[in-house]
């Protein structure tokens, strides 16, 4: 592999993932590696939208399919999963629209704050799982409005710093969306069976069900922390507005690593990192699956006690990504 020019040799048992940005074809011999090691390849456009994903399916793990395929027409149960999921999603967003606002909170952060409380409240009265879905989606609204404001706050934005901040949204819900495939895959829950989300709007929805409860503590934190830390998003590269500079995304590359091993403080296991959150809560769902526990407990995150803050703490883990 080449690196900023020059020859970098990275050990395959290394590499996770794959992740190619425009229109580039891998050769045939690392297409081979890459089928014979079953490492998932996410294509993604220069714009960071998501383009097509190269696996191979022979070796696709289904241990609960069987499982999966019970539980589709168990409406307690899946309505139950839903409400848990999306009551999750709601609460880390109220929590950390808190914890980006702590001395300033203006008419859109309030009203945001308030109705994501409202919406909380009422969500038993949600008799369906395309209610849930559109809770979801009126809490996104306002929400995200939030965050816009927020973002201004600390980053005035020009037309483009605005398009290169969405970009790296973009960038990093599907870095998040694969992260959790990879662990669907390894756990031997199939993707294309989701709840929240259905497979004919969403590809593998059920990762997508997953990236509702993580989405405002990793993406959102991430790209807030991100823009906070660089007042001049315009000065880092040769981006001419349409799509990010290189340099930045290898930046954010480097950040989405350090946010992985970023410990938190877990309802149910203590101080974890979101690496093992995400594969908590993907056990949990397969031991619901299962009837092993009673219902799903989803992420519902708390600020740190000591600092309001979490605490980073390095993990032996794989090399960052690597823009290559």
Not at 178 to 204: F, R, V
Request: with cysteine.
């Amino acid at each position: 592999m080449f690196f900023n020019g020059r020859q970098r040799t990275i050990r395959i048992r290394n590499i996770s993932q794959f992740i190619i940005f425009g229109a580039i074809k891998l050769p045939k011999d690392v297409m081979q590696i890459i089928r014979l090691n079953q490492i998932p390849v996410l294509y993604l456009t220069e714009n960071l939208d998501f383009l097509g994903r190269v696996e191979n399916p022979s070796s696709l793990q289904t241990k609960y399919l069987t499982h999966q395929r019970q539980r589709l027409h168990d409406f307690e149960f899946n309505h139950g999963t839903a409400e848990s999921i999306t009551w999750a999603k709601l609460h880390n967003q109220y929590t950390f629209l808190q914890s980006w606002t702590p001395h300033r909170v203006d008419y859109t952060i309030k009203q945001a704050l308030d109705y994501l409380k409202l919406l909380m409240d009422n969500l038993p009265a949600a008799l369906s799982i395309h209610e849930l879905r559109e809770y979801m989606e009126e809490a996104d609204k306002i929400y995200y409005c939030a965050v816009a404001s927020i973002i201004s706050f600390y980053n005035p934005c020009t037309q483009t710093t605005l398009q290169q901040i969405n970009q790296l949204l973009k960038l990093g819900n599907q870095l998040l969306h694969q992260y959790i495939y990879t662990h669907l895959i390894s756990t031997g829950l199939h993707p294309d069976y989701g709840i929240i989300h259905s497979d004919a709007h969403h590809e593998l929805p059920l990762a997508w069900d997953f990236s509702a409860e993580f989405r405002a503590p990793v993406v959102d934190d991430l790209v807030i922390n991100f823009v906070r830390n660089l007042p001049n998003l315009n000065s880092n590269g040769n981006g001419n507005g349409k799509k990010c500079p290189l340099n930045l995304i290898q930046h954010f590359l480097k950040c989405w690593e350090g946010k992985l091993k970023t410990f938190v403080l877990h309802p149910c296991a203590g101080e974890v990192s979101y690496r093992q959150c995400i594969d908590i809560q993907v056990r949990e769902y397969a031991a619901s699956l299962l009837g092993d526990i009673e219902y799903y407990r989803p992420l519902a995150l708390k600020l740190h006690p000591q600092n309001n803050a979490v605490t980073n703490i390095a993990e032996n883990q794989k090399p960052v990504l690597t823009l290559v």
